[in-house]
């Protein structure tokens, strides 16, 4: 069979989710195509979805002597070299990985949501979120994320609050948005601006706040400022939660950030 119809068998059977079907077909393709770079480097995203890391590595580190990797091959060989603990190697092919010009939006978000799993690598995460939005300046999941890895870094709030505020100007409704610019103005000592930012969140995206932080934080606004109808109404949301929501994060913007890589959706 010709190799190329061979290699986009195995991709099919990778995206349906039959990775051991697919490593088969890589397999018979290896036999007689053993410098198929494309091959090794499919071979080695297939063995890192089932957890390989080390040999993930070995079919990745074989394709880099093949062809040039594509963005993703290049990704996943940076995440296992972290997850076996070769951080320095990680890190650096992190960081020549985020030079990169053809890197998608959604592995832009991956990136970042995968190092904030490494506080001494934030500066990388907070480097993919900077790509991100200089490649899509109207994406405020991307501004949201900028900010979450400044305010890790100890930025000053008033950076974090700008890039912030250009969020809320993209999408004046997102409560996300919002709440994170009013708790970072908190921080920052300016209440009155913090208020005047929360109180703008409609009372159905207040009732969608399932997290007692965000709200105990949104509760100690309104009552600074004596707004007692909209502390009330928290309130009233508060007692409605499971008791088993409590709050737990000092950091004012991690629960203020939407689900699944707490800042980026796309």
Not at 25 to 36: A, R
Not at 131 to 140: I, L, T
Request: charged share 20%; proline share 5%.
């Amino acid at each position: 069979m010709d190799p190329q119809i061979t290699l986009q068998k195995a991709i099919g059977l990778f995206r349906q989710g039959l990775q051991f079907q697919a490593l088969e077909w890589l397999s018979s393709l290896l036999e007689t195509q053993p410098d198929s770079g494309k091959a090794w480097e499919l071979k080695g995203l297939i063995e890192d979805s089932l957890s390989w890391h080390h040999v993930s590595i070995h079919s990745l580190e074989t394709a880099t002597t093949l062809i040039p990797l594509s963005a993703s091959g290049q990704y996943v060989l940076a995440k296992n070299y972290l997850e076996t603990g070769k951080t320095a190697l990680g890190s650096s092919v992190f960081a020549i990985l985020l030079q990169r010009d053809d890197i998608p939006d959604r592995l832009l978000s991956a990136i970042a949501a995968y190092l904030d799993r490494y506080s001494d690598l934030t500066y990388l995460a907070l480097s993919a979120c900077r790509k991100a939005v200089a490649q899509d300046p109207e994406c405020g999941d991307s501004l949201l994320g900028m900010a979450y890895f400044m305010e890790k870094l100890k930025y000053p709030y008033q950076q974090t609050a700008g890039v912030l505020r250009k969020a809320v100007s993209l999408d004046p409704e997102n409560r996300h948005y919002r709440m994170a610019l009013s708790n970072i103005l908190v921080q920052s000592g300016e209440i009155q601006e913090a208020w005047k930012t929360a109180r703008e969140i409609s009372r159905a995206e207040l009732k969608q706040i399932q997290c007692s932080s965000c709200l105990n934080k949104l509760i100690d606004i309104f009552t600074e400022v004596e707004d007692h109808n909209r502390r009330d109404y928290c309130l009233s949301l508060l007692q409605q939660l499971p008791s088993t929501d409590t709050p737990n994060n000092r950091n004012p913007l991690p629960d203020s950030i939407p689900s699944p890589y707490k800042f980026l959706k796309r």
